[in-house]
């Protein structure tokens, strides 16, 4: 198989985090790809929505986005099991995995207005608007950050990677009134050592 990556995309990141944790490293080529281009036909023959992660899993069948690649792995290998099988255990996981990927989604959002539109273009409120989602969200987690048992799960692995992306591409103001957040994920990258494993290189 053969991901289509970027080493500072938290989609990708959230995928490769699982790679590790099931075991199926040996089994899967990375292949970095650039998505800066208005179309990058390598990426785009994989996924028409040009976005990475995408997983190539024969010459043919590619699969995005990453929470479906994420289910895709979880299948290939019993443990640990990143996706409860049903019942409200499984919503609560898929729940926690969208809140942290509508985090993601409105990061990546104030990060492309400054990449790909000139600033004099840049527009305060629909950036303050992205903002408030962020802020709310983390507020949100911060009242209950979501414990896990025995192992971390797909929802607990999205939000590490959402706010490891607010650290890299936002700075670190998030943590300031949120100390619960901060503990909670030590504590995960404590416990999944392919958080680290996954850091992006200084740029
Ligand atoms: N919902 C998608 C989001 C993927 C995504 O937006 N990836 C970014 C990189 S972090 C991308 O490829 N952006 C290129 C573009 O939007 O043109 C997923 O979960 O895989």
């Known amino acids: ?3 289509l990556f970027s080493p500072f995309s938290p989609y990708v990141r959230k995928v490769r985090m699982a790679v590790i944790m099931k075991g199926l490293s040996d089994r899967i080529e990375t292949v970095a790809v650039d998505t800066n281009p208005l179309d990058n036909p390598e990426l785009s023959s994989a996924n028409p929505l040009s976005k990475i ?3 190539v899993i024969d010459g043919s069948t590619a699969i995005f986005d990453s929470n479906v690649i994420c289910e895709y792995l979880d299948s290939l290998a019993p443990q640990p099991a990143l996706f409860p099988a049903s019942g ?3 919503i609560r996981t898929l729940t926690l995995g969208s809140l942290a990927d509508g985090i993601l989604d409105a990061a990546l959002l104030l990060v492309y207005e400054k990449r790909y539109r000139p600033e004099e273009k840049w527009h305060a409120p629909w950036m303050a608007r992205q903002q408030g989602k962020i802020d ?13 048992r025995g192992t971390p799960d797909y929802g607990h692995l999205t939000l590490a990677c959402a706010l490891g992306y607010l650290d890299l591409r936002l700075g670190s103001a998030w943590r300031s009134s949120r100390p619960k957040l901060v503990a909670w994920l030590d504590e ?3 416990a999944v050592p392919a958080f680290e494993a996954t850091r992006p290189p200084p740029q």
Do not use: H, N, S
């Not at 983390?138 to 979501?146: A, F, G, H, R, S």
């Open 53 to 55: 992660p995408a997983l």
């Open 188 to 190: 995960f990258a404590a």
């Open 88 to 90: 409200v255990e499984r």
């Open 136 to 148: 709310r969200a983390l507020d949100y987690l911060e009242k209950t950050p979501p414990a896990w």
């Open 1 to 3: 198989m053969k991901l």
